[in-house]
């Protein structure tokens, strides 16, 4: 039998697009982070982003958006940012009733996108 993805674990499509709004919800109403987004086209990163993270817990699609260290150059996103943008994804993964193990795991398969993300001094 071939193993569960935490993606189909989650409840799937309609799952990760929750998440991800409630993500974005989170991540706009933090002081420390909006200004980033100020610019952004919300609703074309946000599909980027459902592609992103279901691929990353194993949807099997393919995210065709930009590679993350092209997606952020430029930004000047700071290491506290890049962590505070990780505890606002695991609150809208808790809130979706996300067990603290996989929510865990997802955090930890991340991480390694940390100096692709943060501006280098
Ligand atoms: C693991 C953490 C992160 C992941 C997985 C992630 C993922 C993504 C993805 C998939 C995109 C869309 C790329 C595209 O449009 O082709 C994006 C864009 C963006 N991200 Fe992140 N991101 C992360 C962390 C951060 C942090 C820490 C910040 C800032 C505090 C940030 C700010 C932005 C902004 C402003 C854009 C839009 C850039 C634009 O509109 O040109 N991201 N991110």
Redesign the pocket.
């Known amino acids: 039998m071939e193993s569960v993805t935490i993606y189909q674990r989650i409840g799937g499509e309609a799952a990760v697009a929750g998440v991800v709004d409630q993500f974005y919800e989170r991540?706009l109403a933090d002081p420390?982070?909006a200004g980033?987004?100020?610019?952004?086209?919300l609703a074309?990163?946000k599909?980027?982003?459902r592609?992103?993270?279901g691929q990353?817990l194993g949807s099997g699609k393919p995210?065709?958006?930009?590679?993350?260290r092209?997606?952020?150059s430029g930004?000047g996103?700071?290491s506290e940012?890049?962590?505070?943008?990780?505890g606002h994804?695991a609150g809208a993964l808790e809130q979706a009733g996300v067990d603290g193990a996989t929510v865990a795991s997802i955090a930890e398969a991340?991480?390694p996108?940390?100096p692709d993300?943060?501006a280098q001094p």
């Not at 980033?36 to 086209?41: L, T």
């Not at 995210?63 to 993350?68: E, Q």
């Not at 940012?81 to 990780?86: A, L």
């Open positions: 991540v420390q982070l980033y987004f100020a610019d952004s086209d074309g990163l599909r980027h982003q592609a992103f993270v990353a995210y065709s958006g930009r590679a993350m092209q997606a952020h930004l996103v700071r940012d890049f962590d505070r943008v990780i994804l991340l991480a996108l940390k993300i943060v």
